[in-house]
């Protein structure tokens, strides 16, 4: 198989394209490597995927005139979309920056799926569009119609822009809701980074609602394991389907939305705790208030995706910061 994968420095997006080469697949990264955080760290992602079959172009997706002719060119059978403007608070101060990557560039790389027969768009959406829901676990069944951060709006409209594509043009789209990765290689603006820097350099880490919080952490390894196979499971259509017997997470277009996440949420002072257990050293803490476009909890109900793939994640807490500290110390030399 040839698939694009966009975001190809990113976190998450390095990572697959990393598995899928060892796969025997063919990949083609593309990232405009923006500095948005250390571009340093973006580049040693990319070398680290050192392969045969991967070959890397530097652009960014809300160009779409290079978008369409890269398309034209490669005749992708797949498309992993992760490439985006990320992060909650950073939406409140650049808003314009989230119009141009996540919508602008999706639109880009949804019309370069339709132009080019691509056999299955696999996109980035996020657990923060569930929004002021409070209903846990969350299912794609819930209603999501409630985002507080532009960033969760941008992430609710790529699901929406991508089924009206599959409903347009029969074009296979699985939108996949991540909840809070940590790991290795992991982004600087991330609370597990952040905590990990901060509590070795000895500096203060703010603590979000006085630390009543709750995150469904997920290791990187259990995201890039269920993102392959999801790749591997074409959605079709269903002419049974109807908007009142049916989820908004299926249609009768060959559309489908998924959960992926460990299921299981750890509270944020545990979480801390975790990482002060592997530095041993204990962390000095800033309590504050809640902050705008944060939500109290997040608990993925993944049981439509391991139904779909027989994956559940399997890394524990425990196991995944060590993982990350380890790695934090080897590559900054802490």
């Not at 394209?17 to 760290?41: F, M």
Request: hydrophobic residues 40%; aromatic residues 12%; proline residues 3%.
């Amino acid at each position: 198989m040839k698939y694009l994968v966009t975001g190809a420095a990113g976190f998450i997006g390095s990572a697959v394209a990393e598995k899928l080469c060892h796969q025997g697949h063919s990949v083609i990264g593309v990232d405009n490597i923006n500095d948005y955080y250390d571009i340093d760290l973006k580049m040693a992602r990319l070398q680290r995927i050192e392969h045969d079959n991967f070959k890397f172009e530097r652009l960014d997706i809300s160009d779409r005139a290079l978008i369409s002719k890269l398309f034209a060119s490669e005749k992708f059978d797949r498309v992993i979309h992760l490439a985006a403007q990320a992060g909650v608070r950073y939406s409140i101060d650049n808003p314009h920056a989230y119009a141009d990557a996540n919508l602008v560039g999706h639109l880009n790389i949804l019309e370069g799926c339709r132009q080019n027969s691509v056999q299955h768009l696999i996109y980035a959406s996020s657990s923060s569009v569930y929004g002021l829901n409070a209903k846990v676990p969350f299912t794609t069944a819930d209603s999501v119609d409630h985002p507080v951060s532009l960033y969760a709006a941008t992430k609710k409209s790529n699901e929406l822009m991508a089924h009206s594509y599959s409903h347009l043009y029969d074009i296979p789209t699985t939108g996949l809701r991540f909840f809070t990765v940590y790991g290795a290689w992991g982004r600087p603006d991330m609370a597990p980074f952040i905590f990990t820097k901060k509590i070795l350099d000895g500096d203060i880490i703010d603590v979000n609602n006085n630390g009543d919080m709750w995150r469904d952490f997920t290791h990187v390894d259990d995201i890039v394991e269920g993102v392959v196979r999801i790749a591997d499971v074409v959605p079709v259509k269903d002419e049974t389907w109807t908007v009142e017997s049916g989820t908004p997470a299926t249609s009768s277009a060959p559309y489908k939305v998924f959960n992926i996440g460990h299921g299981s949420p750890i509270n944020l002072m545990d979480f801390i705790k975790a990482i002060e257990s592997e530095l041993g050293v204990e962390a000095k803490k800033n309590f504050r208030e809640m902050q705008p476009g944060d939500v109290y909890r997040t608990f993925a109900d993944t049981e439509d995706l391991f139904a779909a793939t027989g994956y559940k994640s399997k890394i524990s807490v425990a196991e995944g910061v060590a993982e990350l500290v380890a790695w934090y110390r080897e590559f900054y030399k802490k």
